[in-house]
């Protein structure tokens, strides 16, 4: 993933502290009660990485098996598969039944919108296309999470009225949460505010992506009790500084928890996929000696984990 990547040497002068909360997030879970029993998912953006093979997935692994294994790791995708072709309900059963049959502890396909409808109609002229979208995925049933809505840094908040219109055209209990990255969007309170303020109003997520270059994309609002983190982390080399940006995110989490946010997504990236399952398990380990959930670890072949630099002591 390249979105946010730098230099080594821009790398070593950014401040990766966590912005304040935005003014919607205290909006959102003003008067709530912790939730008795908040939900954690935690994964990545790709199940196809043959680098994982001998390292999660077992010798000798077919590609056409690695669904099979990753579920057996993580209990959550943000499926980018479909972002490059539209569903195909065939398919969709498919993989859905590779995650009855493989996952342990329950699995859900967090599904990107496909590049036709945000990136080629831009969100206009859409219904048809997205049609066929929420059919394909629906074929995932009770292993259906929420879908990720990804604008390009070209769609700026002139086309707000653009972005509200489709929303309102969508299924109002679509679970969903929306991601955009033209800075006017965070840089401009005139733009910023009724943003957060309509995803309120229509119950859609508002996704934050935590980039080592793109710092203002970590708004930090909440604009329904749950949370759609995409974390990019810079890789073995620095993997002591990832490690402490997910503390950080620890600490946060722990803070909207108390005040009654309700499902955690945390997706992990890196820009060499190769070091995601290591930074992924720490998140693991930390979430749920902090956070109280009950994710299980990774099972690294040979009982080694990456060789994780510190066990997750934030308190």
């Known amino acids: 993933m390249d979105f946010g990547k730098v230099t080594t040497d821009e790398l070593q002068r950014i401040d990766f502290s966590l ?4 003014e919607q997030t205290a909006l959102t879970l003003s008067g709530k009660p ?25 010798p000798k692994t077919k ?53 036709s409808i945000t990136h080629m109609k831009r969100l206009k002229g859409a219904e048809e296309v997205t049609d066929v979208f929420l059919s ?22 002139k086309n707000k009225d ?9 299924p109002a209990d679509l679970s969903m949460f929306v991601e955009l990255r033209n ?27 935590d980039a080592s270059g793109r710092r203002d994309v970590i708004h930090m609002e909440l604009t329904i009790p ?6 990019v982390g810079n890789g073995a080399e620095f993997k002591a500084s990832d490690e402490a940006r997910i503390d950080e995110w620890v600490k946060r989490i722990k803070i909207w928890l108390d005040l009654g946010l309700e499902k955690v997504y945390f997706f992990l990236h890196q820009h060499d ?13 930390a979430f749920n000696k902090h956070l109280g959930s009950k994710i299980p670890e990774i099972n690294f072949l040979g009982g080694k984990d990456g060789e994780i630099t510190k066990d997750p002591q934030l308190f």
């Open 19 to 22: 912005p304040a909360d935005g």
């Open 34 to 58: 912790a939730a008795k029993t908040p939900a954690f998912y935690v994964g990545c953006a790709k199940w196809g990485r043959k680098e994982w093979v001998n390292m999660i997935y077992p």
């Open 63 to 115: 590609e056409a098996n690695f669904l099979d294994e990753y579920v057996k790791h993580f209990n959550a995708i943000e499926l980018n598969a479909v972002f490059y072709s539209l569903p195909k309900p065939e398919q969709i059963r498919k993989w859905k039944e590779k995650a009855a049959l493989n996952s342990k502890n329950g699995f859900l396909f967090c599904p990107k919108f496909s590049q």
């Open 136 to 157: 394909g995925i629906s074929e995932f049933g009770e292993y259906l999470g929420p879908c990720f809505l990804q604008m390009g840094d070209n769609f700026g908040p």
């Open 162 to 170: 653009v972005l509200t219109s489709y929303l309102e055209s969508l």
């Open 183 to 209: 800075p006017e969007w965070f840089s401009q309170e005139s733009n910023r505010k009724p943003l957060f303020e309509g995803l309120a109003r229509l119950n859609k997520g508002a996704a934050i992506t």
């Open 226 to 231: 749950e949370v759609f983190i995409r974390f």
């Open 273 to 285: 996929e190769k070091d995601t399952p290591i930074i992924a398990n720490y998140t693991i380990k």
